[in-house]
C-alpha cells in the first residue's frame, strides 16, 4: 500500500506540471504580446527578408551605377559637344519633339519679353485671319547636332506638319542667337507667297546687324513685320538701318600707316647722313689742324 500510495502522487505530478506549463505560455503572450508561434514566424521571417532586400538593394545599386554611368556619359558628351548648360537646355530636341505652338511662338532661347511675345501673337493672329498663312517663329540659343539653321529649320516644320496638305501655307522664322543666324522656310505656297529676295534679305542683313547687337526683340518683331508686309500685299519696310554707333577700329589705315612710313624713313636717313658727315668733318677739322 505504501508503495502504491507513493506512485500515486508520482501519476499526478506529470498532468500538474503541464498544467502549470499552460499558464506560463499565457504569461508568455501577456509579456511578449503574441503567441510563441507568432515570434518563431517572425524569426523564420526575418531569416528570409534580409536575403530579399539585400537582393532589392543589389538591383537598386546596379540601376544607380547604370544610371551614373549614362550621365558621365552624358557629360562627356556635353564637353564634346558644347557646354553643359547647352545639353541641359537640349533646345534642338526640346523644339523638334513639341507640337507646333498653338501661340505662334517657341521661345527656346528665352530672348524675347513679355510684350514682344503678345505683339508677336496678336500680329501672327491677324496674319492668319486675314491671308490664311500661317507664320511660328522659333528662337534657340545654339545649334549643337544640326548646325545649319535652314537644316533644322526644314527638320522642325517637317516634324509640325508631316504632309503637304498641312504645311502648304505654313512658314518657320528661327532665329540663333548664338551663332546671330536666322532662317525662313515653309510650305510650297508659303514660299512663293514670301519670295526669295525677302528670304535672303532676312538672313543675310537683317537678322545678323541686330543680333550682332543682341537686338533679338527687334530682330524678331522687324522680320515678322516684313513677311506680313509682304504677305498681305503691303509695301516691304526694307532693312533696319545700323545702329549709328558701331565700334570704331584701333587700327590704322593702310594710308595713315604708309604716310607715317614715309616720315620714319626720312628721319632714318637723315639720322645716317649726320652720324657719317660728323665724324669726317672732325677728322678733316683734326687733319687741317695739324
Same mark, same amino acid.
Given at each position: 500500500?505504501?508503495? @502504491? /500510495?507513493?506512485?500515486?502522487?508520482? /501519476?499526478?505530478?506529470?498532468?500538474?506540471?503541464?498544467?502549470?506549463?499552460?499558464?506560463?505560455?499565457?504569461?508568455? &503572450?501577456?509579456?511578449?504580446?503574441?503567441?510563441?508561434?507568432? &515570434?518563431?514566424?517572425?524569426?523564420?521571417?526575418?531569416?528570409? @527578408?534580409?536575403?530579399?532586400?539585400?537582393?532589392?538593394?543589389? !538591383?537598386?545599386? +546596379?540601376? @544607380?551605377? +547604370?544610371?551614373?554611368?549614362?550621365?558621365?556619359?552624358?557629360?562627356?558628351?556635353?564637353?564634346?559637344?558644347?557646354?553643359?548648360?547647352?545639353?541641359?537646355?537640349?533646345?534642338?530636341?526640346?523644339?523638334?519633339? !513639341?507640337?507646333?505652338?498653338?501661340?505662334?511662338?517657341?521661345?527656346?532661347?528665352?530672348?524675347?519679353?513679355?510684350?514682344?511675345?503678345?505683339?508677336?501673337?496678336?500680329?501672327?493672329?491677324?496674319?492668319?485671319?486675314?491671308?490664311?498663312?500661317?507664320?511660328?517663329? +522659333?528662337?534657340?540659343?545654339?545649334?549643337?547636332?544640326?548646325? !545649319?539653321?535652314?537644316?533644322?529649320?526644314? @527638320?522642325?516644320?517637317?516634324?509640325? $506638319?508631316?504632309?503637304?496638305?498641312?504645311?502648304?501655307?505654313?512658314?518657320?522664322?528661327? +532665329?540663333?542667337?548664338?551663332?546671330?543666324?536666322?532662317?525662313?522656310?515653309?510650305?510650297?505656297?508659303?514660299?512663293?507667297?514670301?519670295?526669295?529676295?525677302?528670304?535672303?534679305?532676312?538672313?543675310?542683313?537683317?537678322?545678323?546687324?541686330?543680333?550682332?547687337?543682341?537686338? $533679338?526683340?527687334?530682330?524678331?518683331?522687324?522680320?515678322?513685320?516684313?513677311?506680313?508686309?509682304?504677305?498681305?500685299?503691303?509695301?516691304?519696310?526694307?532693312?533696319?538701318?545700323?545702329?549709328?554707333?558701331?565700334?570704331?577700329?584701333?587700327?590704322? /589705315?593702310?594710308?595713315? /600707316? !604708309?604716310?607715317?612710313?614715309?616720315?620714319?624713313?626720312?628721319?632714318?636717313?637723315?639720322?645716317?647722313?649726320?652720324?657719317?658727315?660728323?665724324?669726317?668733318?672732325? $677728322? $678733316?677739322?683734326?687733319?687741317?689742324?695739324?
Amino acid at each position: 500500500m505504501n508503495t @502504491q /500510495t507513493m506512485k500515486a502522487p508520482i /501519476t499526478m505530478r506529470a498532468p500538474s506540471v503541464q498544467g502549470a506549463a499552460q499558464p506560463r505560455l499565457g504569461a508568455a &503572450r501577456a509579456l511578449g504580446g503574441r503567441p510563441v508561434v507568432a &515570434r518563431q514566424n517572425v524569426k523564420s521571417a526575418k531569416k528570409v @527578408q534580409p536575403v530579399c532586400v539585400r537582393a532589392q538593394q543589389k !538591383d537598386e545599386n +546596379v540601376m @544607380q551605377r +547604370v544610371g551614373t554611368g549614362l550621365a558621365a556619359l552624358g557629360a562627356a558628351a556635353a564637353l564634346q559637344f558644347g557646354t553643359l548648360a547647352d545639353v541641359a537646355q537640349a533646345g534642338e530636341f526640346d523644339v523638334i519633339s !513639341d507640337s507646333a505652338p498653338s501661340s505662334y511662338v517657341i521661345d527656346d532661347a528665352g530672348v524675347l519679353s513679355k510684350a514682344s511675345q503678345k505683339s508677336i501673337i496678336n500680329t501672327l493672329k491677324k496674319l492668319e485671319a486675314d491671308s490664311g498663312y500661317t507664320l511660328d517663329v +522659333v528662337t534657340i540659343r545654339k545649334l549643337v547636332f544640326t548646325p !545649319d539653321p535652314f537644316d533644322f529649320a526644314d @527638320q522642325v516644320i517637317e516634324n509640325w $506638319y508631316p504632309t503637304v496638305e498641312e504645311g502648304n501655307n505654313v512658314g518657320v522664322l528661327l +532665329v540663333a542667337t548664338s551663332t546671330k543666324e536666322g532662317a525662313l522656310v515653309g510650305g510650297p505656297a508659303f514660299m512663293g507667297a514670301v519670295g526669295d529676295d525677302l528670304i535672303d534679305s532676312l538672313v543675310s542683313e537683317q537678322i545678323p546687324f541686330l543680333t550682332e547687337e543682341e537686338k $533679338y526683340n527687334e530682330a524678331v518683331l522687324s522680320s515678322i513685320k516684313r513677311i506680313e508686309a509682304k504677305l498681305t500685299g503691303k509695301e516691304d519696310p526694307g532693312v533696319v538701318a545700323r545702329s549709328q554707333n558701331e565700334r570704331k577700329s584701333n587700327f590704322k /589705315t593702310k594710308e595713315e /600707316t !604708309d604716310a607715317k612710313r614715309g616720315k620714319f624713313a626720312g628721319v632714318i636717313i637723315g639720322l645716317l647722313v649726320i652720324a657719317t658727315a660728323v665724324p669726317m668733318i672732325q $677728322y $678733316y677739322g683734326y687733319v687741317g689742324g695739324k
